[in-house]
DNA sequence: GTCTATATGGCGATAGAC
DNA sequence: GTCTATCGCCATATAGAC
């Protein structure tokens, strides 16, 4: 942290305190603490906290969306696509696990921030849909339920972890770091007898 | 509305704002005005915002795993429990379509609460376990792994639903809504490949 | 029990010295 | 560019009349 200069230290702040505490739940001086900064120098760089979270929420967003896509444009077969798909998903989720859940809850609270950026992340979901759908062209369910399914898997046990570490782990969080990892074997090995199905 | 006493009136306006905007994002006045009463009046029956915000919360989880909890003590055979449980789940949910990314993120927010809710909601997650359990005991996988699963997969349409409809459904509701019927379909399909695989 | 009016505190934002 | 001091608003909470 060190390193960075003022700007770069409040957006690596701003990022780590809007990311667990959520737009509503962030503080501008914890936000100034954690950048070792005066709260009246967030403003000077960045003139409001609303211009200041839609650059960090851009930011995360574009930088998720970004590695988990490079899989796409790759020279494997479909089946393998589909597999190294899981397998970047979840080490992505895992290297951020808070990012999905924020991510989700800021598009609720304002779901008109999804469009521009769409655009400016470069996300094509028609990418995914297609990648999907000529694996299931005979399928009699919608392909869009494959890929909600592969997100929600992935996504959920980091999402809802304190609960579910609580009910079915007796909050053990070291055995539920070790179910996180099983899980990613766990999940590809779903995926395979899907696809062969 | 109109035939409720305040006291049930405050409970079902709180209810309605809290699920909407959390705990966080609620407003004391919009909770005032949703009962169509006044702002001091909440604080004559609930001492604080927290005060009324643990009777709320705690409400809603009880009603919601109890809902859920009724399929496990059927006398139906293990298989169709599985099945009903799907069912089940995925109706409360579409009935109560904000309520789990409600919990998920209040829990997350303040994991302590855990604990006594679950104590009072009377919620025993070894239920859960063992009924699973016996069904996929030779599986080399932690069943653990199958109740997350089960969760995601009718949570996450739901949760994460502005996001998901404008990636994948160009934002058009009315599709979305048929997606989320026919996913009830494709979930209970999905279940019985599992219990046979 | 229910209201109006007001106190109290916290937070985003600005002014101005250096 | 960075700070201290302060403004102004908004939200929770309380006082007190009816």
Redesign the interface.
Do not use: C, W
């Given at each position: 942290m060190e390193e960075l200069n003022t700007e770069q230290k409040i957006l690596e702040a701003a990022r780590q305190v809007f990311i667990h505490k959520?737009m509503?739940?962030a503080r501008m001086q914890e936000i100034a603490d954690e950048a070792g900064i005066n709260k009246a120098l967030l403003h000077y760089y960045y003139r409001s906290k609303d211009k200041l979270f839609e650059a960090v929420f851009s930011q995360i967003f574009t930088e998720f969306f970004g590695k988990v896509s490079i899989v796409l444009f790759s020279e494997a077969s479909i089946k393998d696509k589909i597999i190294l798909f899981t397998d970047t998903y979840i080490d992505t989720i895992a290297a951020n696990p808070f990012v999905p859940?924020f991510?989700?809850?800021e598009?609720?609270?304002d779901?008109s921030m999804?469009?521009k950026l769409?655009e400016k992340s470069g996300?094509n979901?028609k990418k995914l849909?297609s990648l999907f759908g000529t694996q299931f062209k005979d399928s009699k369910?919608?392909i869009?339920?494959f890929?909600?399914?592969i997100?929600?898997?992935c996504?959920?046990?980091f999402?809802?972890?304190?609960?579910?570490q609580?009910?079915?782990?007796d909050n053990d969080s070291e055995a539920y770091d070790a179910?996180l990892i099983?899980?990613k074997?766990?999940l590809k090995?779903?995926m395979i007898?899907f696809i062969e199905?």
């Open positions: 959520g509503e739940g859940q991510i989700i809850n598009i609720n609270r779901p999804m469009k769409m996300f979901p849909v369910y919608d869009r339920h890929i909600v399914s997100l929600g898997l996504i959920f046990p999402a809802a972890r304190p609960l579910l609580t009910i079915y782990f179910f099983e899980r074997e766990y090995n779903m007898k199905a």
